[in-house]
């Protein structure tokens, strides 16, 4: 399995940006995804998930600011990222559930 990440980049503060995960997997449209992000000095963290039927789950953090998606047509996990904050700052990871793996990270980094 791969994972490409895409999308991310430098905005400002109120921003928005939109990351997208291709997956290489055949059973793509099986799989639960999620994204998770790594601030500087700070822990990985649950950003949202999403199931293979398309149910989404949002962290406090970014819940009514984020939006997951996916194209089961395109094997692509999206994550869309409104009124970006500073602390939103992070290393952005995809995630893989069946089978469990993970892509490489997209900056986003969010200028106050």
């Known amino acids: 399995v791969q994972l490409q990440a895409s999308g991310g980049g430098l905005v400002q503060a109120g921003g928005s940006l939109r990351v997208s995960c291709v997956a290489s997997t055949r059973i793509f449209s099986l799989s639960g995804m999620a994204w998770y992000r790594q601030a500087p000095g700070k822990q990985r963290e649950l950003v949202a998930t999403?199931?293979?039927?398309?149910?989404?789950n949002y962290s406090d953090a970014v819940k009514g600011r984020f939006t997951i998606s996916r194209d089961d047509a395109k094997n692509t996990a999206f994550l869309q990222m409104n009124s970006l904050k500073p602390e939103d700052t992070a290393v952005y990871y995809c995630?893989?559930?069946?089978?469990?793996?993970w892509g490489q990270g997209t900056q986003v980094t969010v200028s106050s």
């Open positions: 999403i199931t293979f039927d398309g149910t989404p």
């Open positions: 995630y893989c559930a069946t089978p469990p793996y």
